[in-house]
């Protein structure tokens, strides 16, 4: 894919506007014009989510931001508005990518045990953690989603993609006191949905 040069989000922020709305007009070299102009926060947001996979793991950030590119450059005529909804569209596939590779994983070894999940604190995300609970969280977030679908994406984009609330309120156009909320609601379910009780139940 290349391009990843120094370039910043911050340095073109009129620029990457321009090219969403070209994307959202159908113009099919607007992707790779965009690319390379938000490469530095894919690849961060590609390796928070890896931060905490095993070493060695099949996927490397790189790899990841390629495997979203190709999903990205799937979506034809795509209306995001701005930079934080991209993000949290880049968010949301590199999550579906972690969790197709956590099922592959997880169907080659079977029986391992699911650790417990940690939504931890107020950070600007909490850690992905082994497949299992990857899956387990995966599974609760699509529940959520039935219930509130909001909360849901909240945490989608803060939990998987890194976003702080700013963000997070930019990509969903509510306040951050909204986000905040959601947050901890949110946390709150989750935890319960994925704690050994909730999974009985």
């Given at each position: ?29 607007a ?16 390796a ?59 169907a080659m070894?079977?029986?391992?045990a699911?650790q ?45 993609g890194?976003?702080?609330?700013e ?35």
């Amino acid at each position: 894919m290349g391009g990843r040069g120094e370039i910043g989000m911050q340095e073109g922020p009129g620029e990457v506007s321009l090219l969403l709305a070209e994307m959202k007009g159908g113009d099919p070299d607007a992707l790779p014009k965009l690319i390379p102009l938000v490469y530095n926060e894919l690849h961060r947001l590609a390796a928070h989510c890896l931060r905490d996979e095993r070493a060695g793991h099949t996927l490397q950030p790189t790899a990841l931001v390629n495997e979203a590119y190709l999903r990205l450059a799937g979506q034809t005529r795509a209306g995001w508005q701005n930079r934080a909804q991209f993000m949290a569209v880049a968010a949301q596939l590199m999550r579906r990518i972690l969790v197709d590779y956590a099922r592959q994983r997880v169907a080659m070894k079977r029986g391992g045990a699911s650790q417990p999940v940690t939504l931890a604190g107020d950070e600007p995300a909490a850690e992905i953690r082994p497949s299992e609970e990857l899956l387990a969280v995966d599974e609760a977030l699509k529940r959520l989603g039935q219930l509130d679908p909001q909360q849901a994406r909240v945490v989608e984009m803060r939990y998987f993609g890194g976003l702080t609330v700013e963000e997070t309120a930019e990509a969903l156009a509510v306040a951050p006191r909204t986000v905040k909320r959601d947050w901890a609601m949110a946390k709150a379910w989750l935890r319960l949905e994925c704690s050994p009780e909730g999974r009985r139940e």
